[in-house]
């Protein structure tokens, strides 16, 4: 499989499901294995500077960001997970 071929497929695949990341890594079990990420997909240089991010993109979440759970849905997709339980709270 040529990155060309990759390319394409990750690209219909991106026009198929707007608001989604999408992109392939090689593995040794074969070819590539796909991923998906819901957008916003979130870059920063330290933790407190994504929490202040995902916390800002969370208050922006009216800007057609469709994918985008709400910060008290981490707990009820997340259960178990102390900041997800306090979230839900």
């Not at 992109?23 to 994504?50: F, K, M, R, T």
């Not at 008290?72 to 997800?84: F, K, L, M, N």
Request: a negative charge; proline letters at 10%.
């Amino acid at each position: 499989m040529g990155l060309d071929y990759l390319d394409k497929i990750k690209h219909d695949l991106e026009e198929q499901f707007p608001g989604w990341h999408i992109w392939y890594v090689p593995c040794h079990a074969g070819p590539v294995a796909w991923c998906a990420q819901p957008w916003p997909l979130i870059n920063a240089d330290s933790p407190e500077h994504l929490a202040a991010d995902i916390r800002t993109a969370h208050e922006e979440s009216a800007a057609d960001w469709p994918a985008l759970a709400s910060i008290a849905d981490y707990g009820a997709t997340a259960p178990g997970i102390p900041r997800a339980e306090k979230a839900r709270a």
